[in-house]
């Protein structure tokens, strides 16, 4: 185990409302910088550049441009599972949540363009922030699932395993326009990874009392 | 589609039994090299020391630290296909196939521990030579596929997504032990994720007649 299980929000600036806008702004600025150009090459000044925003102002906010890409890490991982867990609210089960889940994923890649880019950097820049994005994210997923297989909604086996087969699974749907260099939305392949999910997942006493 | 479909083996050196000793063991210092230090703090000298072989012999064979770079992720590509060739050689039908690829994909990957390291880097430091790694991988793997739904031991469906399913659960059950500082080995998870596979890409004639 490391010591990056609970990270407090990174940076330790001002918390008023108009605080917290300066550092959304700052956020995003270092998504777009971090995202175009990469850990290496990006910089502070364009950060703030892009942001609107005088260069000291961003030293009240965060200590370098490590600790901003280890916020930015974290605010992704935060912005996706929330735009994760409000696309699968109502859903009606398990399964449901599954179908929705993903095609908000891709949604999410979409809107998100660098997402892949930054979590993938991060193993070399910062891989603590790395590991956390994923172990966090797994291990939500995994609590959902031992709730659903205790409802009988999927079949039974290691959660976590289950959790990362799935993780594994939007993960390649969302780089398959970047494989093939394909446009980033096709129904018939997101169906059948859908099948593919549905049907593995499946308790096995609702297909038809085997 | 980029250049990049049909990389001949990168370098051009000797090819005599003796040149290919040499470059099998500049490609096996290389994956030592640059899977520990990463493509930055990785440096030719050390190479040809990890090699056993004068520095300038080195460039009889690659011009840079790039070109090795390059196939050295080639040369992983290859052997990690090769590996699941010989594993699944004799499998009685597609889904034996998958079980059996799984396993000796997990056992390659502790093998070859930089393999992720050295891929995943290859996505900053050579983006052409990444997606040729999964691009490859995935085409073979479709192929493969659609083959056996034509033998219906496979589900219908897009053979690439099927093929990104089922690259993307190896790929994330390769990392669980890193994820959670765990052991690489499972039978639990193992099972579980091969279930989801087997389950998911059962056609539906074969489950009671469905």
Not at 18 to 27: A, D, Q, S, V, Y
Not at 69 to 80: C, D, G, I, K
Not at 95 to 101: C, H, I, Q, S, Y
Not at 119 to 133: L, N, R
Request: with cysteine.
């Amino acid at each position: 185990m490391t010591t990056y299980d609970a990270p407090p929000p990174s940076g330790s600036g001002p918390v008023t409302e108009r605080g917290e806008r300066t550092r959304r702004k700052l956020i995003g600025a270092a998504e777009a910088e971090l995202g175009e150009k990469g850990f290496h090459k990006a910089s502070i000044s364009s950060i703030t550049q892009r942001a609107g925003i005088a260069q000291g102002t961003f030293y009240l906010y965060y200590r370098s441009k490590e600790e901003i890409f280890r916020a930015l890490v974290e605010h992704m991982n935060r912005t996706m599972r929330r735009h994760l867990s409000e696309a699968i609210d109502g859903a009606r089960d398990r399964l449901e949540a599954e179908r929705l889940g993903l095609g908000a994923f891709l949604s999410f890649c979409r809107e998100h363009g660098h997402l892949y880019r930054i979590v993938m950097e991060a193993q070399f820049v910062d891989p603590e922030a790395h590991q956390y994005f994923f172990r966090s994210l797994a291990d939500s997923y995994a609590e959902r699932l031992r709730q659903a297989q205790q409802r009988n909604e999927v079949s039974d086996g290691d959660p976590h395993a289950q959790a990362l087969a799935l993780i594994g699974i939007a993960f390649f749907m969302g780089q398959r326009h970047w494989i093939w260099d394909q446009p980033p939305t096709d129904e018939d392949a997101l169906a059948t990874a859908t099948a593919i999910i549905e049907k593995g997942l499946t308790p096995p006493s609702t297909r038809g009392g085997k």
